[in-house]
């Protein structure tokens, strides 16, 4: 027997709540086991109906219908993040309710925020059976900025026949028993998982063309272990198995996911990761972004890591001001410091949120840690006029004070030698990262476009009023946690839509430049019409242009890398773009569509200015 365990039992749970007439993914890596007085839908694939059932003293129990009503109802589709109760089920069959009849004639008054907050006689006493379990259909109202659970039909079929599809429907000759074993959420007298068996009747031949099934002679048998209940989703995922067509929502991909991941199945499990990436962007705490990434290293998925890691460097400023700061693992905290996709205010703030969390972390980080975080800053983007005053502004001066002055000497070197007399020292690297910027989006290196969607007249240009364009610091997060990104300059009338911004940038942020200025325009471009009378054959529209206006000034050691980001809806950065030939396309279509979901396509262009010294 091949026994294959998929993950450690309690490791993170994901639930689909819904929340609009689409799903929400929640996922609480801290509730991986259930708490008392945790409810459920079981029973169905709907993660908005099934048959109610109440976890207490270490197993999953069902409720009696007496007295059951919508105020009940109400109350556990509210404790299950959905907006309210569509209404009660009865006499439904939701298949076998092993547990206990927790619950009998219980009354609720429908404010309670769990159900276990009625009242209801001892837990356990009744004269019920389970053909009046109760069992419920929540409502699913409406959100724009959720995924709709519509399916996703996978086919990596190429030139397999259906009718190998017929052969498993069938099950005629199958000769090869896969046994899934899964928890049901009970804890068993010894206080180890409950566990579940299904067995599924399949034919070896099939299975002998994945790389995980390596029969020896005379097995008829293997056993695969999972994490989580996925038996409704089995019979679909072993059909893939023989005809490579699959419909996948977002209520089962975790569970296909996972047994794609099991057996191997790369193609499938690559797949269903981009399917994650939609629900990125709808969680504020970022607790689902950093556990979808470690979920994705853990189960091998190379594609849904960088996806969660490409979001989480692009939202970076947010991501430090969020509840799960604190708890970033290191190893993440080091993919993201390594990348140049980083997305940040400047330099000095990505070493500010460094010590912050080293600080934080001090009594659970060792020195080494600590050094190799601080060794990823890269210090010679830092202002001068930051580093002279890091000696007395810096926490971890003190503790790390050669690697303060290494990087220090490094820095300033970089800010006042060009690099013909910099590559005479051996120690200098000009590859190397430390030299390159991020994306820093600072009023000192960007600019921010926030046209309407409506054509309406737009205030002529003036570069002194642009030039001091700003936002107000102390209101810069929402109710969301989300941070208010600057948006269309304040100094114009409300209810303007403006299309262009003259605004000047430092030539580079070093000493050498420090006099230098470079002047832009930022413009975007709603229609084809205003392209042309522009002299522009644009591609798409909206299409966004950042073009130098004083071409006269140049300096051929300076190369200007710049990028064009799409901030959804003032709340998160969606996607971030080239410019060639100074124009940046933000039009989606099969082919080309924003990173992560930006619901109605509402968008402020965010104009990055990134000068890389060459």
């Not at 980083?342 to 020195?367: C, G, N």
């Not at 054959?537 to 966004?544: D, I, L, N, T």
Request: proline share 5%; charged share 20%; aromatic share 12%.
């Amino acid at each position: 027997m091949i026994s294959h365990r998929h993950l450690q039992t309690g490791w993170l749970l994901l639930l689909l709540c819904v929340s609009g007439r689409a799903y929400r993914l929640d996922l609480f890596g801290r509730n991986s086991v259930p708490q008392e007085g945790d409810v459920r839908l079981f029973g169905t694939e709907s993660v908005s109906e099934g048959r109610v059932e109440v976890y207490h003293d270490g197993k999953w129990g069902t409720v009696c219908d007496d007295k059951w009503d919508v105020t009940e109802a109400q109350v556990v589709c509210r404790q299950l993040n959905f907006p309210g109760a569509k209404s009660v089920v009865v006499g439904k069959d939701y298949g076998q309710a092993p547990g206990p009849i927790w619950l009998d004639e219980i009354k609720c008054t429908g404010t309670e925020k769990q159900l276990v907050s009625c009242k209801f006689n001892v837990w356990g006493v009744t004269d019920c059976t389970h053909k009046e379990d109760v069992g419920v259909i929540c409502e699913t109202g409406n959100n724009n900025m959720t995924i709709s659970d519509s399916p996703h039909f996978l086919d990596h079929s190429i030139h397999l026949s259906d009718d190998l599809g017929k052969i498993y429907d069938n099950g005629i000759e199958c000769n090869y028993l896969m046994i899934f074993q899964s928890p049901t959420g009970n804890t068993q007298e010894d206080g180890t998982p409950e566990m579940t068996e299904t067995t599924i009747c399949t034919h070896k031949i099939i299975l002998m063309q994945l790389p995980f099934f390596s029969f020896s002679a005379g097995s008829n048998t293997s056993t695969v272990q999972l994490s989580k209940p996925c038996q409704t989703h089995l019979n679909s995922f072993v059909r893939y198995l023989y005809t490579r067509k699959i419909d996948v929502t977002f209520s089962s991909a975790l569970c296909i996911h996972q047994l794609a991941s099991d057996l191997g199945v790369k193609h499938l499990m690559e797949d269903i990761g981009r399917l994650f990436s939609k629900i990125l962007p709808d969680d504020a705490s970022f607790n689902t972004q950093v556990s979808l990434y470690q979920y994705a290293v853990e189960t091998g998925d190379l594609i849904l890591q960088e996806n969660c890691a490409q979001y989480l460097a692009w939202n970076y400023q947010n991501l430090t001001r969020s509840p799960a700061w604190s708890d970033l693992p290191v190893e993440l905290l080091q993919a993201l410091l390594t990348r140049s996709d980083l997305v940040a205010p400047d330099e000095y703030f990505v070493l500010q949120t460094v010590e912050s969390w080293i600080t934080e972390k001090s009594d659970s980080t060792s020195l080494e840690t600590q050094v190799d975080l601080l060794r990823l800053v890269r210090f010679p983007m830092i202002s001068a006029e930051k580093l002279y005053i890091l000696e007395s502004s810096s926490p971890l001066y003190k503790t790390h004070r050669n690697v303060y002055l290494d990087s220090m000497l490094k820095a300033l070197q970089f800010n006042v030698l060009l690099f013909s007399n910099l590559s005479a020292n051996p120690n200098f690297k000009a590859d190397s990262d430390d030299y390159k910027p991020r994306i820093y989006i600072s009023e000192t290196w960007s600019t921010t476009l926030n046209p309407s969607h409506k054509e309406s007249q737009r205030m002529p240009s003036n570069p002194i009023r642009d030039q001091y364009s700003s936002y107000n610091s102390r209101n810069r997060y929402d109710r969301y946690g989300y941070m208010r990104y600057p948006t269309a300059n304040p100094y114009y009338a409300s209810g303007t839509s403006y299309t262009n911004k003259l605004f000047k940038t430092p030539y580079h942020n070093s000493l050498l430049f420090k006099d230098k200025m470079a002047s832009w325009e930022a413009r975007v471009f709603k229609n084809q019409r205003e392209c042309s009378n522009n002299g522009l054959r644009c591609e798409s529209v909206p299409a966004a242009k950042l073009a130098r206006q004083d071409y006269y000034i140049s300096e051929s050691n300076i190369l200007f890398r710049n990028r064009l980001l799409l901030m959804c809806q003032n709340k998160y950065i969606c996607q971030i773009q080239g410019f060639k030939g100074n124009l940046a396309y933000t039009a989606t279509n099969e082919t080309q569509v924003p990173a992560y979901p930006c619901p109605d396509d509402k968008y402020a262009y965010v104009f990055a200015v990134r000068p890389e010294y060459v």
